[in-house]
Nanobody
Framework: VQLQASGGGWVQAGDSLRLSCTASGRTGSNMAWFRQPPGKEREFVAAIRRGGGPYYANSVKGRFTMSKDNAKNTAYLQMSSLKPEDTAVYYC???????????????????WGQGTLVTVSS
């Protein structure tokens, strides 16, 4: 499975941005977004599981929307009302069999994209 993330860029606070992640191979419909702010550890953002979700981190709930186009095997992350603290490298992840209790743990996801940088200026 290979994941290709795109859509990052530089925006101002309050702006919107949409990230895309296209998977080649079978992901089992389980995909997620994580992010890694400068100097910090990777953190969970959102996930969709086969038959459930999306699930969100509290820090993005109400501002970010994750969706998935199964026909295109592509996941999206629509980010609105962006804040400077959203600045990070955003990674997409996939796993054919992840369980619900593990979706927030980066180590439980088997496949990762290369990351796309989102910079939000104040």
């Amino acid at each position: 499975v290979q994941l290709q993330a795109s859509g990052g860029g530089w925006v101002q606070a309050g702006d919107s941005l949409r990230l895309s992640c296209t998977a080649s191979g079978r992901t089992g419909s389980n995909m997620a977004w994580f992010r890694q702010p400068p100097g910090k550890e990777r953190e969970f953002v959102a996930a969709i599981r086969r038959g459930g979700g999306p699930y969100y981190a509290n820090s993005v709930k109400g501002r970010f929307t994750m969706s998935k186009d199964n026909a295109k095997n592509t996941a999206y992350l629509q980010m609105s009302s962006l804040k400077p603290e959203d600045t990070a490298v955003y990674y997409c992840a996939a796993d054919p069999s992840i369980i619900l209790s593990s979706i927030r743990e980066s180590g439980q996801w088997s496949y990762w994209g290369q990351g796309t940088l989102v910079t939000v200026s104040s």
